[in-house]
């Protein structure tokens, strides 16, 4: 793997660990992206049967901004498929598209997954002030005293100005 300088030369980079960079064929990555959006939208509808209604087949009322983005969202989707399988039926090839640092990349959705129920179990400033951390380093930032300023300054920011200036509590 290489990286452009200013001039149009390469510059060989250095790739060890979590640094490595995987090319994915455009197809298949755009693929799964609106296969996964498509079942975002899916979720979404189905949790708005949750809502109450008059009928629970309504498209009216509060049930219908969610549905409405669940149907948009679906649309977007099947296009975002169907585009990406006609160019590459066009064409006859498939772009790689270059990933960097792909473990870092899947921990940090891990993480983003995990906060949610991390809130739930220990509430949010036991769950912040340890989920925060440890996304900043595998987001690649090293600096321990930075982490713990960055973290803090984030706790504190909310209790102020949420807890203390909105009135508003966090879970």
Do not use: H, N
């Amino acid at each position: 793997m290489s990286v452009d300088r200013p001039g149009g030369e390469r510059e060989p980079r250095v790739q060890r660990g979590w640094d490595r960079t995987i090319a994915i064929p455009s197809v298949v990555l755009e693929s799964a992206v609106g296969v996964f959006m498509l079942a975002v939208a899916a979720w979404f509808w189905y949790e708005s049967y949750s809502i109450e209604t008059r009928a629970p087949s309504s498209l009216s009322g509060p049930v219908a901004f969610p549905r409405g983005i669940a149907a948009l969202l679906a649309v977007c989707s099947v296009l975002f498929v169907w585009r990406t399988v006609v160019a590459r039926i066009r064409t006859g090839r498939s772009r790689d598209i270059p990933l960097d640092r792909p473990v870092s990349v899947l921990l940090s959705m891990g993480l983003v997954v995990l906060y949610p129920l991390m809130l739930e179990w220990m509430g949010f400033y036991v769950a912040t002030g340890v989920w925060l951390p440890v996304l900043l380093w595998v987001a690649g930032y090293k600096r321990p005293v930075g982490i713990v300023l960055v973290s803090a300054g984030f706790l504190v920011f909310t209790k102020v100005v949420f807890q203390q200036a909105l009135g508003t509590p966090l879970p």
